[in-house]
């Protein structure tokens, strides 16, 4: 596959934790993770927060009479699941869909954490309503996982409460990264985030907090990791772009404004990921 062919990634929910609408999150957006990464006429989609609403909305829009695609899964706590449910193309029969995750561990499979998260007293209506074909795949974070079409994915296991995995997307001699829900030890840079950055393209990662939050304490052992962490870590590694991701819900656009100058003159390749936004590789 030649490196001029279509490799990006759309921003469709940045935020971490829970939703968060309002004025003063109103510029990159409030909506939780949700990605779009299209490796020519392939369509990865990664995490099902909030945001992957608008997505399924746009792709009903398009009109497709069939959409196949594959969802994988960083984790599921509900922030980056609870879009499922409203996601449109889920309930068109001709449609297809993969689901992967790798953070269980043989604990549960990923279709029993989803029958278990739509169930009544919690949900209305259980995943069955689902009209599209729907294939759920387990598998084990550290894994790589071959695609076809020329597109692979290196995964790692991340450090946050339940699991986690990181994703590396290979396609057309680049690479994008997608590293969200993981906590760094000070001073000890991850053996497994480095391996998987290593001279990547593009890297999406974990800012959630800021090193002087962090310090603080009262975060240590949530499972999130700062921006200035997210900078050491590309730098070490080689990585050419970093983008800021899941973002705290209290941090207004002004406060990200700031964050995105101070990490831009520490890294040249920084920039603060907001809804909306197409990065080409």
Known sequence: ???GAGFSVRFWGVRGSIA?????????GGNTAALEVRCGERRLLFDAGTGIRYLGNALEAAGRARLEADL???HTHFDHICGLPFFKPFFTPQ???RLWAGHLGGRMALRQVLAEFMMSPLFPVPPEVFRAEIDYRDFAAGETLELGDGIRLRTAPLNHPDGATGYRVEYGGRALCYVTDTEH???????????????ADLVIYDCTYTDEE????EVVGWGHSTWQEA????????????AIFHHEPDRSDEALDAIGAQAAAEFAGALVAREGMTLDL
């Open 20 to 28: 968060c609408a309002g004025p003063q999150t109103a510029r990159y």
């Open 1 to 3: 596959m030649a490196s």
């Open 72 to 74: 994988f899964l960083s």
């Open 231 to 242: 900078v050491r870590l590309c730098r070490a590694a080689g990585a050419r772009r970093l």
């Open 214 to 217: 962090y310090a603080e304490g």
């Open 185 to 199: 030890v000070p001073g000890a840079p991850d053996r497994n985030v480095l391996g998987l950055i290593a001279g």
């Open 95 to 97: 449609n297809r869909f």
